[in-house]
């Protein structure tokens, strides 16, 4: 079957999550438990004033950042992993869980955090192309974005998730408007922190 070049619509999402409430094991995988550690761990600050999450899905690493943001807006593509999100996140007043479908809709605010995490590669190269500037545009001076994506190759994904990577890494050049901070690679998956240059 051939790779899509057309960004993942919300109804594949609905597909997915009408077969199996968290199809890929968001709260009782050893392997996504030790991701969402070393994504918290990699955040420099020890809070953020405003976060903005896109892809919560069900709301597991969701619940992990909201104790290091003063407000966090988590969104996803599919309404069905939000019904779970928001009974995750109920105890939590400072959490927005919106359905939202990046780059199409974006919330009209700017961000101190936002986190990319397994949605890059959802997207097709244009798309992720507007996705990129309006992470860019709305995140503060000296903003941090941090991405992390499963590396090997998914046939069903317009693309992987070193192409996601190796793009925002363009951005990040001399002169770019992202400096790269940290890179962590595995075995299945890599991490990438970004921070939005302050203009003099």
């Given amino acids: ?9 919300k109804a594949y999402f609905d597909r997915v999550y009408q077969a199996n409430n968290d199809p890929w094991s968001f709260a009782t995988s050893d ?6 550690e070393a994504t918290i761990a990699a955040l420099p600050n020890p809070q953020y004033e405003y976060a903005f999450e896109i892809g919560c899905s069900i709301g597991v690493l969701t619940q992990m950042l909201a104790e290091r943001c003063g407000r966090l807006l988590a969104v996803d593509a599919s309404e069905l992993p939000l019904r779970t999100a928001r ?4 105890m939590y007043p400072n959490v927005t869980i919106r359905q939202m479908k990046i780059p199409d809709e974006f919330p009209d605010t700017s961000f101190d955090l936002i986190l990319l995490s397994e949605v890059g590669y959802y997207l097709s190269m244009p798309d ?3 996705a990129r500037q309006l992470l860019i545009d709305h995140l503060r001076p000296n903003g941090h974005l941090l991405l992390v994506h499963w590396t090997p190759f998914v046939h069903d ?6 192409q996601v990577h190796d793009f925002f ?3 990040a050049q001399p002169n770019g408007p992202l ?9 299945t998956y890599r991490l990438d922190l970004f921070q939005k240059v302050e203009k003099p």
Wanted: charged share 30%.
């Fill in 169 to 171: 890494l363009e951005s």
């Fill in 157 to 162: 994904y317009p693309l992987t998730g070193d």
């Fill in 87 to 90: 009974e995750r996140l109920a």
């Fill in 179 to 187: 400096m790269h901070l940290t890179n962590q690679r595995e075995s």
């Fill in 1 to 9: 079957m051939p790779t899509p070049q057309t960004t993942l619509d």
């Fill in 31 to 36: 392997y996504e438990r030790q991701k969402y």
């Fill in 128 to 130: 992720l192309t507007r």
